[in-house]
């Protein structure tokens, strides 16, 4: 992966030093600043094997604004941080060079069944810039590698993946975007045509979970667990508030927290 990840502007510099920020200490969990908890080791990082291109990944401060936003809207929805994300689409003749990033834990969530998934969602800071490259639709993703285990298909592996409907509000922070009750999901390569959850026809948190359920075989079950952007339009943002059932991850500047779920 390009050094771009860490430095790729100057600008970036103070933004992108966290990156991929890992937590070495051994130990009972340290309380954050606001009550949040950093794990005595953070398996969070950029996935390498899923990232197209040089994009960026980082953890940061802020963003606070945009200029003129007062209130909670103008403040990541926990602690100080956020994790930012850049992706962009090179104008490569013939073809545009399209970046991907996945920001994700491949040991933490390894296992899980997929039926076991009950609350998913997070916050996003969303630009109209944003919109202007890839409409209000040209959001981030929660995408989850799986390994479906149905009978129809022989393939081991399939992604997750959550395409979320606009967001409510532009240049300042979201509120909570419920990805069990908005947007649509749909399942990548056998998976999806198999249960016709697919990119063409993406399904509702529900039905995609019973079209999984459905063979009455072995549960589908979860390899890794990410957040990310790509590939389709660029977008330049930041997501907080990461909710995976009972808990919420808060990326901060110094590494991935988590909070317990209200």
């Known amino acids: 992966m390009?050094?771009?990840?860490?430095?790729?502007?100057?600008?970036?510099?103070?933004?992108?030093?966290?990156?991929?920020?890992?937590?070495?200490?051994?130990?009972?969990?340290a309380a954050g600043p606001d009550g949040g908890h950093q794990d005595g080791r953070d398996h969070w990082g950029v996935i390498t094997r899923n990232t197209i291109g040089s994009p960026v990944a980082a953890l940061r401060n802020g963003p606070f604004g945009s200029f003129g936003v007062v209130g909670p809207a103008a403040h990541p929805p926990y602690g100080d941080g956020s994790l930012g994300i850049e992706v962009s689409a090179v104008p490569v003749t013939p073809t545009p060079f399209l970046e991907k990033v996945d920001f994700g834990n491949e040991v933490d969530f390894f296992g899980r069944t997929v039926s076991s998934l009950a609350q998913v969602g997070f916050h996003v800071f969303q630009t109209g810039e944003n919109i202007g490259y890839g409409?209000?639709?040209?959001?981030?993703?929660?995408?989850?590698?799986?390994?479906?285990?149905?009978?129809?298909?022989?393939?081991?592996?399939?992604?997750?993946?959550?395409?979320?409907?606009?967001?409510?509000?532009?240049?300042?922070?979201?509120?909570?975007?419920?990805?069990?009750?908005?947007?649509?999901?749909?399942?990548?390569?056998?998976?999806?045509?198999?249960?016709?959850?697919?990119?063409?026809?993406?399904?509702?948190?529900?039905?995609?979970?019973a079209a999984l359920d459905?063979?009455?075989?072995?549960?589908?079950?979860?390899?890794?667990?990410?957040v990310g952007k790509g590939r389709d339009f660029m977008w330049i943002g930041a997501i907080d508030g990461l909710r995976i059932n009972d808990v919420i991850y808060d990326f901060e500047a110094d590494g991935v927290r988590t909070r317990h779920a209200p």
């Open 2 to 29: 390009k050094s771009r990840i860490r430095w790729r502007r100057p600008v970036l510099a103070l933004l992108a030093a966290p990156l991929l920020a890992t937590v070495a200490v051994a130990g009972p969990a």
């Open 135 to 209: 409409g209000p639709a040209n959001m981030p993703n929660i995408r989850f590698e799986i390994d479906p285990n149905l009978t129809a298909s022989t393939s081991s592996y399939s992604t997750l993946v959550w395409l979320p409907a606009a967001s409510p509000v532009t240049n300042q922070w979201s509120p909570y975007l419920d990805a069990t009750l908005t947007g649509t999901w749909f399942l990548t390569g056998a998976a999806g045509t198999a249960t016709g959850c697919n990119l063409t026809t993406p399904c509702t948190f529900a039905a995609v979970k």
């Open 214 to 226: 459905a063979d009455g075989g072995e549960p589908a079950t979860v390899y890794t667990a990410a």
